[in-house]
């Protein structure tokens, strides 16, 4: 999480824009939420694949949200998606047990959506031992960046026991991945520099959700969107314009060129929460289930 160059919105926008702009996104959002209310209904087959968002937040758990972390689950695989510090709690609210995991997916370095990470190790050493195996795949450094923090927080912990469990690959901007039932086409977004961050396809068992990670606004969203099933976006502001976070005016501007079937919000931050009256679009929150 970055601050943001300017924030206030009187010294971003020429006056009488914001209004307008606003109410233009809102009835776009509506229409567009009415139309995924109507798709789904009755009768409908069961999901092959469902996520349940663990943690709606933003880093600074605005409105009391958990931290980054999402689970997605299909027959082949259960795959986590990024860890904030509030893992564990997200996961045992859910009910998911941490040993029942195959992969973990890290969208980029930054704290809330990695720091989780040591604690689910701890919960592997002490709690949940039966873990077989569990793939970590994220952009370059997560795996020296995991150990360091576990070293500094849990220095004398033998998690060595763990180590030989986990295995740590690096996912390269627009390339795809393939693991046990899953597959991950992921691109480089607008949000770190020096480090990478992702947004990522993850397709399982025939479906698959795009997340967009942290970002600014990129084209590249757009593409990676075609045909997802469900679609996540990070919306941390509403007011305030930054380079490397997405706003909700941005969105709902660009929301008819996404082609994914459902598009949810989330990594909600104080201004998305504030205003949510004014957004049009499905919110997520802690403990929320999407099936695909
Ligand atoms: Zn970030
Ligand atoms: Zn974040």
Wanted: hydrophobic share 40%; charged share 25%.
């Amino acid at each position: 999480m970055q601050r943001p160059r300017i924030s206030g919105r009187d010294a971003i926008r020429p006056a009488g824009e914001p209004r307008r702009r606003n109410r233009l996104a809102h009835e776009l959002g509506m229409s567009i939420a009415h139309k995924q209310l109507k798709a789904g209904g009755d009768g409908a087959p069961p999901p092959s694949a469902t996520l349940t968002v663990l943690g709606a937040g933003d880093a600074f758990a605005s409105g009391g949200r958990l931290q980054a972390s999402y689970v997605l689950r299909s027959k082949s695989a259960n795959v986590l998606i990024d860890a904030g510090p509030t893992l564990l709690a997200g996961l045992k609210r859910a009910g998911i047990e941490a040993a029942t995991l195959n992969l973990a997916l890290i969208t980029h370095l930054h704290g809330d959506h990695f720091a989780g990470l040591p604690f689910l190790i701890l919960e592997y050493l002490y709690e949940s031992p039966a873990l077989r195996r569990l793939t970590i795949a994220g952009p370059r450094n997560l795996e020296s960046r995991v150990w360091a923090m576990f070293r500094l927080m849990y220095p004398k912990s033998p998690a060595e026991r763990v180590a030989r469990k986990l295995k740590f690959v690096t996912l390269k901007p627009g390339t795809r991945s393939r693991f046990a039932g899953v597959t991950v086409d992921c691109i480089r977004t607008p949000h770190t520099t020096g480090d990478v961050s992702l947004a990522l396809k993850v397709t399982t068992d025939g479906k698959s959700l795009v997340f967009s990670g942290d970002t600014g606004w990129t084209e590249d969203l757009v593409a990676l969107s075609a045909n997802a099933d469900l679609m996540l976006l990070e919306c941390t502001y509403f007011e305030t314009e930054a380079a490397f976070h997405l706003s909700y005016p941005r969105i709902a501007a660009n929301l008819e060129r996404f082609k994914a079937r459902r598009v949810v919000l989330t990594h909600l931050g104080r201004e998305t929460l504030r205003r949510s009256g004014e957004i049009g679009l499905e919110m997520a929150y802690d403990g929320m289930t999407l099936p695909l």
